[in-house]
């Protein structure tokens, strides 16, 4: 299963709204994973079944979507959330893929 | 906490092996398993195997079946992961990942990773 990002880089203001979209090349269901990559930093995973946080997330990352579309929302973009972020299908497997990312700047 | 350190990077050349070792604390060993995920300088996470709880499967991507193998030690807490006939597309940043509760392709810790360079 093919995991397409979008966009590729996204630059948002502190205070703004971030949306970042995966996109997979067939159903999915809800198996998907969110992770983000801060720069020099092993991946942390964010969120997992789509829209559950993962211990210690904080409230301003939400997640959503089934089938094949998919959106990561950070509500309000602190200068921390730099970083590259990631989603991993988990339908299908092996192997499990990852999208290509997306980088958040400010 | 749950922690994992990985070691066994280095510099090798095309053809040789080498062995990564995962280090595990802060949680109960033998009811997880764990995941290794490479990342090629300046490219994004390559999904590479994973070993379940009790050793008893095993996956492989496609790209490493046959060369590469994983492992695990109990009394040891430990993961390792066997790469034989290398190349230079091998090259990577190699983390394990600790499996998530609930989700055995869900990767839920970390560790810092180790580098492994081909030349």
């Known amino acids: 299963t093919v995991m397409t990002q979008f966009p590729a880089t996204l630059s948002v203001s502190p205070g703004e709204r971030a949306t970042l979209s995966c996109r997979a090349s067939q159903r999915i269901d809800n198996n998907l994973a969110w992770y983000q990559q801060k720069p020099g930093q092993a991946p942390r995973l964010l969120m997992y079944g789509a829209s559950n946080r993962a211990t210690g997330i904080p409230a301003r990352f939400s997640g959503s979507g089934f089938g094949t579309d998919f959106t990561l929302i950070i509500s309000s973009l602190q200068t921390e959330d730099v970083a590259v972020y990631y989603c991993?299908?988990?339908?299908?497997?092996?192997?499990?893929?990852f999208g290509g990312g997306t980088k958040v700047e400010i | 906490q749950e922690q994992l350190v990985e070691s066994g990077g280095g510099v090798v050349q095309p053809g040789q092996s080498l062995t990564l070792s995962c280090t595990t604390s802060g949680f109960v060993f033998r009811r997880f398993g764990v995941h290794w995920v490479r990342q090629a300088p300046g490219k994004g996470l390559e999904w590479v195997a994973v070993m379940s709880s009790d050793g008893s499967s095993s996956h492989y991507a496609e790209s490493v079946k046959g060369r590469f193998t994983i492992s695990r030690d109990e009394s040891k807490r430990t993961v390792f992961l066997r790469m034989d006939r290398l190349n230079t597309d091998d090259a990577a940043v190699y983390y394990c990942?600790?499996?998530?509760?609930?989700?055995?392709?869900?990767?839920?810790?970390w560790g810092q990773g180790t580098t492994v360079t081909v030349s």
């Open positions: 990942a600790k499996v998530a509760r609930g989700d055995f392709w869900v990767m839920d810790v």
């Open positions: 991993q299908q988990y339908h299908t497997w092996p192997p499990i893929t």
